[in-house]
């Protein structure tokens, strides 16, 4: 059989101080140059990585958090990119004449946009009084996006799931049948006031979206302390039969790097025939109900 090696990579970056912070951009693009180094043909940073994240609280100047897709920040990022022949997933928080957005674009290696995915489920919840338990507040500030494309770049199909996404099977499942072979998933994951449950229940719905659809699931946390959040890592690359490749660590930013083989799709998605079983006819209520 055929194979199509492929090397992706999740730039797990660290705690960001403040908007606009040139840590954070001076180490994206130092995780770049490593990627070009190391032969990585996909990329992906995670969710929000160039601004603190401040969904957890109400702030009224949060215009200050993002950006316009032609931001001098993310044209350099993109430059970087094209320079090293990466295809790229550039998460941000994105300002349009439309709405504000929880973003990711995503650039082909030759520095072609494919296009844009905007998050599409959009959660908030309650703070409570123990340590960490800040809440989150993205109903606040997102317009929730309105479509789920499938990019082709790297010469892989491509779908984007950011953070809360992954944790609603139907979005990933609609992925799948419009032909991806890799879900991306850029995550901020907290461990809000609950870390034994939230570190415990990290890899289950990355496992279980990559195993339920036969796909690969290329999955990007930030790590480390940032004000009262702490910020699991522990990125990981997931492969069609639900088995972790490579996982990130817990402590430190890290460039997660594994060469998968797309034909593996095809081959999980043989032994265990979704496709044919399905029984879409049955499945009108969850479209349909309220």
Known sequence: MTTRRLVVAAAQTGPVAQPGDPAIAEAA??????????????LTFSELFLAPFFPNRLEENFRRFFMREDDPVLEALRARARAAGIALVLPFAEFTGAGHFNSALVQDADGRIAGRYRKTHIPAYFPDDRAGGTGSYEKFYFTPGDALPVFTVAGVRVGVQICNDRLYPEGSRALALAGAEIIVMPICYSTYSD???????????????????????????????????HHLGRSMIVDPRGSIV???????????????????VSVARAKFPWWRDRRPDLYGP???AG
């Open 195 to 229: 870390p034994a449950h939230r570190a415990s229940i990290w890899e289950v719905p990355l496992r279980a979206r990559a195993f339920e659809n036969g796909v690969f699931a290329l999955a990007c946390n930030r790590v480390g302390v940032e004000g009262p959040r």
């Open 246 to 264: 490579a996982e990130a660590g817990t402590q430190a930013p890290e460039l997660l790097v594994a060469t998968i083989d797309v034909a593996d």
């Open 286 to 288: 969850l479209v349909h």
């Open 29 to 42: 693009h130092a995780m770049l140059d490593e990627a070009a180094r190391r032969g990585v043909q996909l």
